[in-house]
């Protein structure tokens, strides 16, 4: 794993917020939760409308999305209280009856049934005669000549190989090279190799090969805030696989093995569109240098009204579960004893009970209570943008950095937009999407 840790921040109660990235072949799929689900129809046809990227519509996504794949309480409660939110089996339509449903969430599937990370999806399992993967080094430019991306300078990785040598060495690329550093390393590979804002490489002390100001810029994430409850104990959750149970485990483990199924076969959690933006750049030429991070996190007091109003929505719901036992209070906003929204209640209420109405004091103390707790939901996102270039792009509709010539960025560094959803669907469509793009630019098919 590697761990990005931002500058602090008034708006995040003056905290320095953590955001994880992982360090492996299989980057995040790997080490990732593997909740999957796929972003809204709707989020796709914006980087195709509102940023000009022809080809990156839901139409043209979908199929990406499944060439890559082959808490039941809540789910029925959930539009009993919420009439006007529909049930729905199919959440992977992303068609109106499905967005905006209850709906237990689909998972990745690997062609075997399973869950699956893309190291296994598409390189352990095939037996592919002209890859070779380097694991364990460390990029630290692309090389470009007379304004075309003709290599890669890497070294081996000394927190991995801890004595190897530090000297960097080469590689030659043909056609292309592609960076997919993800939306933590793409733009700091990038403004190694003199692509970025000016004065940023120039306080890095690199001589600027392209200038894109939108390098790094506008990053994103979606806000965590987890508001936990008491529970039934005879109801069976993931907590003992939490707390790492070794009976649970080993239980889950062999239903898991049997027929994919189990506590292991389950999905835990929600995106939103934030508003807020922060950015991640170079601060000197050292590639293990940690980067100038901000992740802006509620610096929009937009997404403090949005995540206020979650808070109540969704205690709303929980409180009438029936195995609901209490709200646990440490994990809430602090409220005044004598205010209606002070967490009393250890039991469930009725479906038809009034909602809680919360006081202005009461919005203080859950918007202070969001601010210092506010966490990654590890989404981050967009820092090369795919956007026209006045408007602060760094990649076009090809994936074709600009101003030089055969270098792309593919990973989720490059949405121009937000999705609403875990944003591990989205880097499979974009890996897809990338690979027909250069299949086609090369003269093959897929
Ligand atoms: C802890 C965690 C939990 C998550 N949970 C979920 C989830 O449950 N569901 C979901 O949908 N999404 C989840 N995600 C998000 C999802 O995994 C990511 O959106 C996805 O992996 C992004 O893919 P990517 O290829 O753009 O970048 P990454 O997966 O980050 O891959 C980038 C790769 O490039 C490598 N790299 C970067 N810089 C360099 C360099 N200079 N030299 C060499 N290599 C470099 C990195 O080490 C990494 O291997 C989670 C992410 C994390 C970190």
């Not at 492996?24 to 980057?27: K, R």
């Not at 089996?89 to 068609?95: G, I, R, S, Y």
């Given at each position: 794993m590697q761990f990005y840790a931002s500058q602090a921040s008034e708006h995040v109660g003056g905290r320095s917020v953590v955001v994880p990235s992982g360090r492996?072949?299989?980057?995040g799929s790997s080490v990732n939760f593997m909740l999957y689900n796929r972003p809204a129809a709707s989020d796709f046809d914006a980087w195709e409308k509102d940023y000009g990227n022809v080809g990156w519509s839901a139409k043209d996504l979908i199929p990406m999305l499944q060439k890559g794949q082959i808490g039941k309480e809540f789910i029925e409660l959930g539009p009993k209280f919420e009439k006007d939110r529909p049930k729905t089996?199919?959440?992977?339509?992303?068609?109106v009856e499905s967005i905006n449903a209850f709906h237990a969430m689909p998972k990745w599937i690997s062609s075997d049934g399973r869950r699956s990370d893309v190291a296994h999806h598409y390189i352990y399992q095939k037996h592919i005669a002209n890859l070779s993967v380097f694991d364990g080094c460390l990029v630290n430019r692309v090389v470009i000549e007379n304004g075309v991306a003709v290599g890669v300078e890497y070294l081996f990785d000394k927190r991995i190989?801890?004595?190897?040598?530090q000297d960097t060495r080469i590689v030659k690329a043909r056609k292309l090279v592609i960076v997919s550093g993800g939306a933590m390393g793409s733009p700091l590979i990038l403004e190694r190799s003199g692509i970025g804002r000016k004065d940023v490489l120039q306080r890095a002390g690199i001589p600027v090969v392209v200038e894109i100001?939108?390098?790094?810029?506008n990053y994103q994430d979606h806000a965590l805030i987890i508001t936990p409850s008491l529970m039934d104990p005879a109801v069976e959750s993931l907590n003992p696989l939490f707390r790492g149970d070794p009976e649970t485990w080993a239980k889950a483990l062999e239903q898991w093995e049997e027929d994919g199924s189990g506590l292991l076969g389950n999905n835990g959690f929600d995106g939103g569109y934030p508003e807020s933006r922060g950015h991640v750049h170079i601060e000197s030429s050292d590639p293990y240098a940690a980067p100038n991070f901000l992740a802006g996190f509620l610096s929009s007091p937009i997404d403090v009204a949005a995540l206020r109003w979650a808070y109540k929505k969704g205690r709303e719901l929980t409180r009438r579960l029936p195995s609901f036992r209490g709200a646990f209070d440490m994990g809430h906003p602090q409220f005044s004893h004598d205010s209606p929204a002070a967490l009393k209640d250890t039991a469930p209420v009725s479906l038809e009970a009034a909602n809680i109405v919360y006081t202005a004091e009461d919005d203080l103390a859950i918007d202070t209570y969001m601010r210092q707790n506010v966490e990654t939901a590890w989404h981050s996102l967009g820092t090369c943008a795919m956007k026209p270039f006045d408007q602060g792009g760094v990649v076009d509709s090809q994936l074709n950095v600009y101003g030089v010539k055969n270098l792309k960025v593919a990973d989720v560094s490059i949405p121009p937009s937000n999705v609403n959803s875990n944003t591990y669907s989205t880097a499979i469509a974009i890996g897809e999407k990338a690979a027909a793009i250069i299949a086609h630019e090369l003269g093959g098919c897929l």
């Open positions: 492996c072949i299989g980057g089996d199919e959440a992977n339509a992303l068609n190989y801890e004595s190897s040598p100001p939108g390098v790094g810029e």
